[in-house]
């Protein structure tokens, strides 16, 4: 099957990343330097969300291990994510599990570790218009632009099965132009009629709607049900290198998900707020007003088959991944989540 120029990103970005990979594999990891017994730990964050490793160490996690967290800024989306794990440039990404299991189809040594968001009955990203324009299903879509935070990642498989779903044919879905755009910048787009739709979770979603205009066409928990949609994943090599800092870095992350799931949006937010604040970075906790859960189904971010299952079938229905060229039992770990046997 031909891809849609997005498809040829997916795969062009899945390429580029599993060459990198090899590449530092063959080379030596030159990441989590250790001093004075620390394994430090090289990450970029997301604007707009609770990332778990801050977390983890907000709630004290990491007091007493190995681990150390260095923050190298910030990245708008898991392709970017994996690439800078590619490159070693950080030492975990955190990424969409369609986007992990691409890469990992074509031998990429990296695994997946612990969940870091999902969507549910209460957190969920939507696609949406704005009122008045005529945009009902999935066919008034043909010929528009909507507006993704990077592409080859959640947004496009969920766009991709909606339009599917709707009965649109693969020349149609290619008609559909997807537009990366910064999620900051994404709803003022549609306002000023630059794109014709916007796919947004989170906070940015919280706000766009709190401003009148603007409507959901689309809820993704319409389309494929409440899941697991992203993961952190780590270089082999480096947990080979740094077996005990690479347990005490998932367990830390698995008990911030497990806190935050046994704790109010409200707490898990302040909790977060002060922890930013004494970074210096209190403009980043002000875009957590609205910010609503991780939306994790799981005991602490625990996998299954069925969180890269669901992915992996988008994948070979568009002729991304040959069909069974992939398990998806390879595709991740719970050994080192503590909670795996509640999971």
């Known amino acids: 099957m031909s891809l849609t120029p997005t498809r040829r990103a997916l795969a062009a970005v899945a390429t580029t990343v599993a060459v990198a990979v090899t590449a530092a594999g063959c080379g030596g990891s030159s990441g989590a330097a250790t001093d004075d017994g620390k394994t430090v730990v090289r990450y970029q964050s997301y604007l707009g969300t609770v990332n778990l490793p801050e977390l983890a160490d907000a709630l004290g996690y990491y007091d007493g291990t190995s681990v150390e967290l260095k923050r190298l800024g910030d990245v708008q989306g898991g392709p970017e994510s994996l690439r800078a794990l590619a490159t070693d440039q950080v030492d975990y990404s955190a ?15 990296i695994q997946t570790y612990v969940a870091y968001y999902g969507s549910d009955d209460t957190v969920n990203s939507s696609l949406l218009v704005r009122k008045g324009d005529g945009i009902e299903g999935p066919r008034d879509l043909i010929g528009k632009k909507v507006a993704v935070n990077t592409l080859g990642a959640n947004a496009e498989a969920v766009i991709d099965t ?10 149609e879905i290619a008609q559909v132009t997807l537009v990366p755009l910064p999620p900051a910048t994404s709803e003022s787009s549609l306002r000023e009629k630059q794109v014709d739709a916007v796919y947004l979770n989170g906070t940015f979603r919280e706000v766009a709607l709190q401003r ?20 952190i994943s780590l ?6 290198e740094h077996p005990e800092g690479a347990k005490e870095f998932v367990a830390g992350m698995a008990k911030a998900v497990a806190w935050a799931q046994e704790h109010s949006a409200k707490e898990v937010v302040d909790t977060i707020s002060t922890y930013l604040e004494e970074d210096g970075r209190g403009e980043q906790a002000d875009a957590l007003t609205y910010w609503k859960g991780l939306g994790i189904s799981s005991k602490g971010g625990t996998l299954s088959d069925d969180d890269f299952s ?14 069974g060229a992939v398990d998806v039992g390879d595709l991740y770990s719970n050994d080192l989540n503590p909670y795996a046997k509640e999971g």
């Not at 909606?162 to 020349?171: C, F, H, P, R």
């Not at 270089?235 to 080979?240: C, H, L, T």
């Not at 669901?310 to 069909?323: F, K, P, T, Y």
Request: glycine content about 16%; charged content about 25%; proline content about 5%.
């Open 95 to 109: 990424a969409f599990l369609g986007a992990i299991a691409k890469l990992e189809s074509t031998g990429a040594p």
């Open 212 to 231: 009148p205009g603007l409507e959901v066409l689309v809820d993704d928990t319409d389309v494929v049900g409440p899941y697991n949609g992203g993961g």
């Open 162 to 171: 909606y339009l599917a779903d709707g009965g649109l044919s693969q020349d």
């Open 235 to 240: 270089r082999d090599q480096w947990v080979k």
């Open 310 to 323: 669901i992915w992996v079938d988008w994948l070979e229905a568009n002729g991304e991944v040959e069909d």
